[in-house]
């Protein structure tokens, strides 16, 4: 089973910047074709924020783009988002997500346990 552990979340004030890690870990081999960020704010459904496939291809929701960037440091498992100019609406609990094969066979998809981020005005 593959384990995803985010950091980075807490509170900032609109119109500052924060960083997001996620770290994939597993007790056996595996790979990572995508890691994503998605964020779910309060009586919201969870929505993708960014993601980074391999060969570093990323796309951006269109409320981000310009502002958030994600990047992937592939020997440590590990995908990045770095977030500026916050703003409140950005408010929210990010998730990380990754996907591959375990042992070049099974499947996997799997959730961090997600990392809240505030903004105030």
């Known amino acids: 089973q593959v384990q995803l552990v985010e950091s980075g979340g807490g509170l900032v004030q609109a119109g500052g910047s924060l960083r997001l890690s996620c770290t994939a870990s597993a007790g056996t081999m595996f790979s990572i074709y995508t890691m994503a960020w998605y964020r779910q704010a309060p009586g919201k459904q969870r929505e993708l924020v960014t993601q980074?496939?391999?060969?570093?291809?990323?796309n951006y929701a269109d409320s981000v783009r310009g502002r958030f960037l994600i990047s992937r440091h592939n020997t440590k498992n590990t995908v990045y988002l770095q977030m500026n100019n916050l703003e409140t609406e950005d408010t929210a609990v990010y998730y990380c997500?990754?996907?591959?094969?375990?042992?070049?066979?099974?499947?996997?998809?799997?959730w961090g346990q997600g990392t809240q981020v505030t903004v105030s005005s």
């Open positions: 997500n990754a996907d591959g094969h375990i042992n070049g066979a099974s499947y996997y998809n799997e």
């Open positions: 980074i496939r391999s060969g570093n291809i990323t």
